[in-house]
């Protein structure tokens, strides 16, 4: 868990790398042939607060057009298209020799004051060590009372408890990003019998090809925070779900969104 943690911390390390708006990120250590999606959203993320400082990331729209190989460097090119006193609108190129692995569109803010209202469900009471599970590719404490890597017939819902190691909060959005991209297709797949989301290459195929992230208010990840995720629907080889991100009193700090490829084996 500290290797995969502190590996992790690394990739997201890219500042010295870089040279104008071009940097040169290394991949995840993992047993796995290619780029995990989740680590692009965080590249993606940190390239951007390197090139606009001044300003955070409000959102995300990531595209994936192939898959990425594990044992190459990611090479990512930002545009800034737009940066003025509130709002700056970039994008970013992800590629490796073979072309593009990833894009994103990305809009980003300062921080200005302004009333405050939601209007979410309250969050339960946060789970006991005992509902403690293990998702692959997540280096910190994670609770559940549905285990996705289980093949048991459920709603397509599921709520996740995590919280990070202390980390600099400056990482909060690349560390929440990068969760976001781990378990909603295992989500999608809880109503279908005898599927979990382990069974990717052998029972179903499938491949995040689009992936967005809205942030309302600064979080830290160090705290616990709750994963509310919902999958409305799964239709013509592809899945789609949603979730929110929210602190343990409640407080809404993202959403997020994701379409996948999932063509189930017959």
């Known amino acids: ?29 993992l047993e796995y042939h290619r780029v995990f999606g989740g680590q692009l959203l ?42 003025g ?8 190129l992800a590629a490796q020799s073979k072309g593009p692995i990833g894009t994103a569109s990305i809009s980003m803010h300062v921080t200005e004051d302004g009333p405050a209202l939601q209007t979410v469900e ?5 789970l006991g060590p005992e509902y403690a599970v293990g998702l692959d ?23 996740i408890w995590m919280r990070t190691p202390e980390v600099d909060p400056a990482l909060a959005q ?19 019998d005898g599927l979990s989301q382990t069974g990717n290459g052998t029972q179903f195929t499938s491949a995040v090809t689009s992936h967005t992230i809205w942030f309302h ?6 705290g616990w925070l709750l994963l509310r995720q919902h999958s409305p629907i799964v239709a013509h080889g592809r899945s789609f779900g949603r979730g929110d991100l929210l602190t343990d009193d409640g407080t809404l700090v993202a959403s997020y969104a994701q379409e996948a490829l999932l063509r189930i084996a017959i």
């Open 217 to 222: 208010r600064p979080f830290r990840t160090d």
């Open 137 to 159: 590719l997540i280096p910190w404490d994670t609770r559940a009372t549905a285990d996705l890597n289980a093949p048991h017939v459920g709603p397509p819902e599921c709520e």
């Open 174 to 192: 690349a560390l929440a990003a990068y969760a976001t991209d781990l378990t909603l297709i295992g989500t999608a797949v809880r109503p279908l």
């Open 1 to 29: 868990m500290t290797d995969l943690w502190s590996d992790l911390l690394a990739c997201l390390d890219m500042a010295t790398t870089r040279s104008g708006n071009h940097f040169t990120a290394r991949n995840q250590t």
């Open 42 to 83: 965080g590249q993606f993320i940190r390239a951007a607060e390197l090139v606009c400082p001044e300003k955070s990331v409000k959102s995300l729209h990531a595209l994936f057009p192939r898959e990425g190989r594990a044992d190459e460097p990611v090479v990512y090119d930002v545009t800034v298209h737009h940066e």
């Open 85 to 92: 006193r509130s709002f700056a609108t970039l994008s970013v």
């Open 122 to 126: 309250p969050v339960p009471g946060l």
